[in-house]
T-cell receptor
Framework: NAGVTQTPKFQVLKTGQSMTLQCAQD?????MSWYRQDPGMGLRLIHY???????DQGEVPNGYNVSRSTTEDFPLRLLSAAPSQTSVYFC????????????FGPGTRLTVT | RKEVEQDPGPFNVPEGATVAFNCTYS??????FFWYRQDCRKEPKLLMS???SGNEDGRFTAQLNRASQYISLLIRDSKLSDSATYLC???????????FGKGTKLSVKP
């Protein structure tokens, strides 16, 4: 099993550009989530999904969109990149929201100039 | 009061030392508690779940005090490979999602 995969590993964007961060898991997990990690801030939940076709906002959703058309994939879209979105983005999956181990992808390091 | 608070450290200890990390949480309704480990520039990985009765996994012992809303992690006989950031994680977001502490950095020196 590959576990949770994320692409790209690194990305540099200019302000105003859009892009999609890809996330896929092969563990048949229903719950998937996106976090951002900034120095001194810890991991913060952006969006999450409890199953295909169902998504909801987390703590810091502004400027991001998600969709969940399949169990395996959970892409994160940046609509119009801003320097404040410079961060490390982690995708995670698990059997459930809070009682189960979260499996994280290797992360995407995004810089917005 | 922040939802999950940890001493940021860094904790610099010699090999073989015993080190303890503390964490407090604000939501008294929280039911799930974890310690995750994050190596430099890597993703977080589950170290251990924390149960009401406390639990031990080799050199690692986790304790939960619900009355004080306090979680601890004890590492005995520290190894160089224990150097990492340790994240305290509690459920309790508006949708029951997990809330991560900012982490405590541990550096074990020879």
């Amino acid at each position: 099993n590959a576990g949770v995969t994320q692409t790209p590993k690194f990305q540099v964007l200019k302000t105003g550009q859009s892009m999609t961060l890809q996330c896929a898991q092969d563990m048949n997990h229903e719950y998937m989530s996106w976090y951002r990690q900034d120095p001194g801030m810890g991991l913060r939940l952006i969006h999450y999904s409890v199953g295909a076709g169902i998504t909801d906002q987390g703590e810091v959703p502004n400027g991001y969109n998600v969709s969940r058309s399949t169990t395996e994939d959970f892409p994160l879209r940046l609509l119009s990149a801003a320097p404040s979105q410079t961060s490390v983005y982690f995708c995670a999956s698990s059997y459930g929201a809070s009682s189960y181990e979260q499996y994280f992808g290797p992360g995407t390091r995004l810089t917005v100039t | 009061r922040k939802e999950v608070e940890q001493d940021p450290g860094p904790f610099n200890v010699p090999e073989g030392a015993t080190v303890a990390f503390n964490c407090t949480y604000s939501n008294s309704a929280s039911q799930s508690f974890f310690w995750y480990r994050q190596d430099c520039r890597k993703e977080p990985k589950l170290l251990m779940s924390v149960y009401s009765s406390g639990n031990e996994d080799g050199r690692f012992t986790a304790q939960l005090n619900r009355a004080s809303q306090y979680i601890s992690l004890l590492i005995r006989d520290s190894k160089l490979s224990d150097s990492a950031t340790y994240l305290c994680v509690v459920n309790g977001g508006s949708q029951g999602n997990l809330i991560f502490g900012k982490g405590t950095k541990l550096s074990v020196k020879p």
